[in-house]
């Protein structure tokens, strides 16, 4: 167990829909990312929070959107979700920048 | 831009026996880490090693070790003493440069132990 939660796990939707994904980080880690794991695409790194600030952005469409609470959790908010959407989304988090990582055991996002 | 490469899309390996899973990165930031992630068939991502840009002895972690190779900008995993348990997809990752902290990850290489 990383120390990272995850919620949901699984996740079915339509397309055209809305759903948020949450993630808790391990105690005292101030640094959240959100990565995507697609089949096609691989692993890939989409937003990046320090303390409730944005740091970094990857390949995040407009259709995503992220935050982090001041309790650091964070959620991941997709939108207008399209059939390629459906991956599964991994939350990791680290007690700062540039430190190794611990990834959530993930949420499978699954778009009818 | 950075980049990783595993060029071992799968691998076999007889139980008990050793391993190495490839990886070779590009980079022109003087100062990187590279990461190991096991990952089974649950899904789970599992930290298994780091080896950072300026460590003068290869890292290792229990049965892992890291072969790390500066000039040839090569990171690989080996695994000693293979067990059924280590049957999963391995993801190498460096990490990305400036202050940025994610990481960029190779596309794996898929290990099958046989008993």
């Known amino acids: 167990d990383s120390g990272v939660t995850q919620t949901p796990k699984h996740l079915i939707t339509a397309t055209g829909q809305r759903v948020t994904l949450r993630c808790s980080p391990r105690?005292?880690?101030?640094?959240v990312y959100w990565y995507q794991q697609s089949l096609d695409q691989g692993l890939q790194f989409l937003i990046q929070?320090?303390?409730?600030?944005?740091?970094a952005k990857g390949n995040i469409l407009e259709r995503f959107s992220a935050q982090q609470f001041p309790d650091l959790h964070s959620e991941l908010n997709l939108s207008s979700l399209e059939l390629g959407d459906s991956a599964l989304y991994f939350c990791?988090?680290?007690?700062?920048?540039?430190?190794?990582?611990?990834f959530g055991p993930g949420t499978r996002l699954t778009v009818l | 831009a950075q980049k990783i490469t595993q060029t071992q899309p799968g691998m076999f390996v007889q139980e008990k026996e050793a391993v190495t899973l490839d990886c070779t990165y590009d980079t022109s930031d003087p100062s990187y880490g590279l990461f190991w992630y096991k990952q089974p068939s649950s899904g789970e991502m599992i930290f298994l090693i780091y080896?950072?840009?300026?460590?003068?002895q290869n890292a290792t972690e229990g049965r892992y070790s890291l072969n790390f190779q500066k000039a040839r900008k090569s990171a690989n995993l080996v695994i000693s003493a293979s067990q059924l348990g280590d049957s999963a997809m391995y993801f190498c990752?460096?990490?990305?440069?400036?202050?940025?902290?994610?990481?960029?990850f190779g596309k794996g290489t898929k290990l099958s132990v046989k008993p």
């Open positions: 929070y320090y303390n409730g600030e944005e740091r």
């Open positions: 105690s005292g880690d101030l640094s």
């Open positions: 990752a460096m990490r990305g440069g400036g202050s940025q902290g994610n990481l960029i």
């Open positions: 990791a988090s680290s007690t700062r920048v540039g430190l190794w990582q611990f």
């Open positions: 080896q950072g840009s300026y460590d003068q």
